[in-house]
């Protein structure tokens, strides 16, 4: 039995341990952990981990630290079922009984149908885990500089080519889409990222899926629905994540693409969520999207631990979790960077977007407006601009202050500019 409970050992579940120790708590806290390792940093295993000669260790906390905070790692297992009637929940042969929990289980990442491409097929990685990072650096620097095929033109995928190609490979990208990336900053700004990749010399093909993946022992080639044969050595599945919702199933909690929270987090009495595996209403977008968000970003992940186990401890006093979505991504020598939202629900008005500074073909900063209401910012390659953005954004701005304040960075942007010209 422990006072708090966190199922997940990543960042989210990390947090929650750190958030009500630094708080003053001192009831028993327990971190349970499908892996064997300790909570580690997921970013750098499709970016400076396979780039580096060695992929280095993005360890959190080392165990010293973990036991100076008093929390009790059960590791190597994951959790297998919840009791929500006897606050219990199952890990191998263990039933661990919790006075709150925090449920941070995260997404697993999707593979192809066995149908498409053989499970234990040689040279095809899906990248979730360190483990997974390990072996994929292992695969990119094999003899005779392999051809590397991803599948899925998100932004892990995309990260994970732009390595592969800034090493020297022969890569090419394979999109089921008619434009990449367009759910996550829509159509105009899917095919302005996409260029970043042809700028590059890395092949996108889109709108076509992988009929077939061709090899014996291991991948040798993978055949397109149009009938595309691309000669591969390392396969890629990059298709995005599905919550890790699966032990759930028989708890009585409600699951839809995630596991379905208040406001406060809450799925239940004495039970909160964090991280991938949350759905949530976000206040601030409720308006935009008319329903509730499910995010995959770090920095949501980072604040919905603490939130969730600073309420699951004080239920009494549990508060709402509101925030500006913001994530980053890392493709050759570019830094994208987006805050806010980029579509809206079914039936109501499209989002728009506007670039405000510089243009598609290098440097920018793009708007998005829903109605008269600023929603969304994306910067590719101007790291001082987004989070400008973001606090209209968390202030609900209109689209006028928004255009404001675009004026005001291009006017400080060229005069920066003109000083440095006159030395």
């Not at 360890?59 to 036991?67: A, I």
């Not at 500089?145 to 090419?172: D, L, M």
């Not at 009929?211 to 050595?233: H, P, Q, W, Y």
């Amino acid at each position: 039995m422990a006072d708090l409970v966190v199922v997940g050992a990543s960042l989210a579940g990390l947090k929650a341990a750190e958030a009500v120790r630094g708080d003053g708590f001192e009831g028993s806290v327990a971190l349970i952990g499908a892996e064997e390792h300790l909570p580690y940093d997921r970013p750098p295993l499709s970016k400076e981990h396979l780039a580096n000669d060695e992929p280095g260790d993005s360890t959190y906390r080392e165990q010293e630290k973990l036991d100076e905070l008093g929390v009790e790692l059960v590791l190597g297992a994951p959790a297998t079922a919840l009791d929500l009637d006897a606050r219990t929940v199952t890990v191998g042969d263990q039933q661990i009984g919790y006075g709150g929990l925090v449920i941070a289980t995260g997404a697993d990442a999707r593979a192809l149908p066995a149908s498409v491409c053989a499970p234990d097929l040689a040279g095809v990685v899906t990248l979730r885990t360190r483990d997974d990072s390990a072996h994929l650096h292992r695969l990119l620097r094999a003899d005779g500089n392999p051809r590397v095929t991803v599948v899925g033109a998100g932004f892990i995928g995309s990260e994970i080519a732009a390595v592969a190609r800034k090493r020297g490979h022969e890569v090419t990208i394979v999109e089921a889409l008619p434009v990449p990336l367009v759910r996550g900053v829509g159509e105009r700004m899917g095919r302005a990222l996409t260029d970043i990749h042809e700028r590059h010399g890395t092949r996108v093909l889109t709108g076509v899926s992988v009929a077939e993946v061709r090899g014996t022992d291991a991948v040798e080639a993978v055949v397109l629905a149009d009938g595309t044969v691309i000669d591969t050595d390392v396969l890629v599945v990059g298709i995005g994540a599905a919550p890790n919702t699966g032990w759930l199933e028989s708890s009585g909690l409600t699951l839809s693409d995630g596991v379905v929270a208040d406001e406060t987090l809450a799925a239940a009495p004495g039970v909160y969520v964090a991280g991938d595996v949350a759905r949530w209403p976000n206040a601030l977008f409720d308006d935009v999207l008319g329903s509730s968000m499910r995010l995959e970003h770090w920095t949501s992940a980072s604040e919905q631990g603490a939130r969730a186990a600073r309420n699951a401890v004080d239920p009494s006093s549990a508060q709402p979790y509101t925030t500006v979505p913001y994530f980053w991504s890392d493709w050759y020598d570019s830094r994208i960077q987006f805050v806010g939202v980029s579509r809206s629900g079914e039936g109501l008005a499209d989002v728009e977007e506007e670039v405000v500074m510089g243009d598609e073909g290098g440097p920018f900063v793009a708007l998005y407006r829903f109605g008269d209401r600023l929603v969304g910012a994306l910067a590719v390659d101007k790291r001082a601009e987004v989070m400008q953005y973001r606090r209209l954004i968390m202030n609900k701005a209109s689209w006028d202050e928004g255009q404001e304040k675009a004026e005001e960075r291009r006017q400080r942007a060229a005069k920066k500019a003109a000083e440095a010209a006159a030395g």
